[in-house]
Each structure stands twice: as C-alpha cells, then as structure tokens.
C-alpha cells in the first residue's frame, strides 16, 4: 500500500519556482531549480495540487530544464499527446503567468508535486517503477 505524506513534511523538499509562459503565448514553462537532480526527457510522476499526473522534462535552448506540459499517464507525457494538465492547472488555481509555485520533491528522480503557494497537499508515494522496468521501457522507448 503507498505512503502518503503531507507537503509541510520534513521528508519533502520544497522549492520556490516561477510559473512563465513560453513567449506570448499561454503555454506554460516552470523552470527547474539546478537542485533539482533530473535530465532531460526524465518522465516523472507530478501532482499538481494533489491530483496525479505524469511530465517529461525538457531542455530549454539555453539548456535549462523545465516543465512545459503534464498528461494522464507516462506515455502520454513522453509522446506529448492529449490534454495539458499544466495549463489547465494554471487556469483553474491562483497560480499565474509571472507568479510562482511550490515545487515539492516527494522522492527524488522519481515523483514531484506543484502546488499553489499557502497550500498544503498530501501526496501518495508510490515509489514508483522499479529500475529494471524502467530500463526495458526505455530500451523499448529507444
């Protein structure tokens, strides 16, 4: 059975990080704090307010990393297909273009949550996939 924990845990890291919008458009980027230990096209499992999603990180043209979109599952966030979760969330909370958010590391590598500033969420960890599955399915990915 998952664990859940909650975002004001001393388990959970939580930076401060900008919500901007790639050009003068309304899709959204979050840059990622260098603290932050992922690499390009790393697929992880993000919450945004509480609710699962899964993002690809990708590579700025200045090479920083960011989130630009979040899907309902990992295919869809390594394929970019669908919805984007991210803009939705964006439009739905106190979350702007220009302001921030709380990003919470909740297991490193592997499972992240962003949420509004002044909010408290309680995450599910899940640990994720093990490594040998991730292995194969970036070898199928390949």
């Not at 924990?5 to 959970?12: E, F, G, L, Q, T």
């Not at 930076?15 to 458009?25: A, F, K, L, M």
């Not at 630009?68 to 390594?78: E, H, L, P, S, Y």
Request: glycine share 10%; net charge negative.
């Amino acid at each position: 059975m998952p664990d859940r924990i909650p975002s004001d845990h001393d388990a959970v890291e939580t930076h401060r990080v900008p919500v901007e919008s790639i050009g003068r458009t309304d899709r959204p980027r979050v840059p990622l704090p260098d603290a932050v230990d992922l690499r390009e096209d790393d697929v992880i499992a993000l919450a945004l307010d509480g609710d699962q999603y899964y993002a690809r990180v990708e590579t700025t043209f200045e090479g920083d990393l960011v989130l630009t979109r979040a899907g309902d599952n990992r295919r869809v966030a390594r394929e970019g297909d669908g919805q984007n979760r991210l803009a939705e969330w964006i439009a739905d909370t106190t979350v702007s273009y220009g302001g921030s958010a709380h990003l919470d590391v909740v297991t490193a590598g592997q499972e992240y949550g962003l949420r509004t500033p002044g909010t408290r969420t309680v995450y599910t960890v899940t640990g994720g996939p093990e490594d040998s599955l991730s292995d194969i399915a970036s070898d199928l990915d390949g």
